[in-house]
């Protein structure tokens, strides 16, 4: 396992509704959802559920992760240009993102 810290923004057109985010911890630690700690507990499966949502949301989540030995995920990496690049094997997708420079 791996520790992990993740901080999602994003907006909602509809503030006071929800919405989920999908993760797979073998652990986590907290939740921090606009400021506020959400139970660990409200984590069903792989779903978390993100209520009372505002115009403008920022998520954090602390948890321990496992690795994974089948390639599926995200890969970052280098390309012969010195671009950097983030390629993902999920669910069969292949795709490569170019990661803004200066970005970890």
């Given at each position: 396992m791996f520790g992990s810290v993740t901080v999602v923004?994003?907006?909602?057109?509809?503030?006071?509704?929800a919405s989920f985010i999908e993760l797979r911890p073998a652990r986590v630690r907290r939740i921090v959802l606009n400021g506020q700690d959400l139970d660990p507990v409200t984590l069903q499966g792989n779903r978390l559920p993100l209520p009372g949502l505002r115009e403008a949301n920022e998520l954090r989540v602390e948890a321990d992760m496992p690795y994974s030995?089948?390639?599926?995920g995200l890969h970052r990496f280098t390309d012969a240009s010195l671009r950097?690049?983030?390629?993902?094997q999920l669910d069969d997708l292949r795709r490569a993102l170019q990661v803004r420079s200066g970005a970890a």
């Open positions: 923004r994003f907006g909602c057109r509809e503030p006071g509704s030995r089948s390639g599926a950097r690049l983030l390629a993902d």
